[in-house]
């Protein structure tokens, strides 16, 4: 008996979710814009990034703006962490295809996405909702898309890994009809790509058997980052700084700059009435800043007031620079961004580390 009435209270609470999910209107979130080429990541708990906040869109929006993108993420949700420096998304915990497809239309309206960037279907399995009629609905939300946007991309990527045997074995399913869904939708002339990001991780990238670890969610921003890359102008041309190219602080006008050329590990870079000298020229590869063949780095357990330095490249996150919309750099591991200290002026004034702020003494511009 108790068994009996536990499994009911299990399948009651099942089916609230469910029609939670079909009926409640969706909050209003607090947009962000930089006025950049908009993109919506759009799907379900794992778009929304449940166990790491931010899911996968942590270490896409950090690739893109290291490497210059100027990419405005939309969607009527808002959630993640400080670094990631553009909050929207339209990723549902808990839902269907049928779910996302009864709302797309109002939501593309009201954002009017470049790119779209869809990730669906594990609930269905999950729920055991038609599952042999998933990829038919997944055609036709697809079709939807096109209809209310006909000018955006849309890449569409096979469901990560499940850990249940039965589960996975349907998202397998799932996953063989997507190649000539797309198939189909490019030949009818839509611009829809198809993303494979079962392929990218396994069962020990899932933290619960479901939702991806944070190493998990970074593969799969890698995999977006990709597929985006490979089709010209879905999210745009790298803007900012140029390869080789110097950075002038908009508070004094003078530029970042190594100073003496001195490549010692731990050497503190300055500001200094620019040159064009090979010690002022700072190279953008990926996320990292490199001078005179040393990286720009902050330190280990850096806090604010920490120095910024140069040191050898290592690839590691404190070597990782977002270039934010407002002109800011900040670093990838400590959150803090390039600071001349004391909003000092002066040629030989020290760049530190500090609360990003937004204030002319951390705003830099490629020259």
Request: charged share 15%; glycine share 12%; hydrophobic share 40%.
């Amino acid at each position: 008996m108790r068994m009996r009435k536990s499994r009911f209270l299990a399948a009651a609470l099942a089916l609230g979710l469910s029609l939670i999910g079909l009926a409640a209107p969706t909050a209003a979130a607090a947009a962000e814009s930089n006025g950049g080429v908009r993109v919506m990541p759009l799907g379900d708990s794992i778009t929304e990034g449940t166990q790491v906040p931010g899911g996968y869109r942590t270490g896409l929006w950090q690739r893109l703006a290291g490497a210059g993108y100027r990419v405005d993420l939309v969607g009527s949700q808002f959630n993640g962490p400080a670094a990631l420096g553009d909050h929207d998304h339209e990723g549902h915990p808990g839902w269907r295809i049928d779910q996302i497809d009864a709302n797309i239309t109002r939501w593309l309206q009201t954002t009017t996405p470049r790119t779209v960037l869809l990730h669906i279907g594990t609930n269905d399995i999950l729920q055991n909702y038609n599952v042999s009629s998933a990829p038919g609905r997944l055609s036709t939300l697809i079709d939807r898309i096109a209809a209310a946007a006909p000018a955006a991309d849309v890449f569409v990527a096979t469901i990560i890994p499940l850990a249940s045997p039965s589960q996975e074995s349907a998202a397998r399913t799932f996953n063989a009809a997507l190649p000539g869904i797309v198939q189909g939708k490019v030949a009818a002339g839509k611009r829809v790509h198809l993303v494979d990001m079962h392929a990218a991780l396994t069962t020990a990238d899932l933290i619960d058997g479901i939702h991806p670890t944070a190493g998990g969610y970074d593969k799969m921003a890698a995999v977006w980052y990709a597929a985006l890359r490979s089709v010209p102008g879905t999210i745009g041309e790298p803007t900012g700084t140029p390869t080789g190219g110097a950075l002038a602080g908009a508070g004094s006008g003078r530029c970042l700059d190594v100073p003496g050329s001195n490549t010692a590990n731990g050497t503190q870079p300055v500001i200094w009435d620019c040159n064009g000298a090979a010690n002022q020229r700072w190279t953008a590869s990926g996320q990292t800043l490199q001078a005179l063949g040393k990286c720009l780095d902050s330190p280990t357990g850096a806090t604010a007031g920490s120095k910024v330095q140069i040191w050898d490249c290592s690839g590691a996150a404190n070597q990782r620079w977002n270039r934010n919309a407002n002109g800011t750099i900040s670093n990838v591991a400590s959150g803090l961004c390039l600071d001349v200290s004391a909003n000092a002026t002066a040629a030989g004034s020290r760049v530190q580390l500090w609360t990003c702020t937004g204030a002319a003494n951390q705003v830099w511009t490629g020259r």
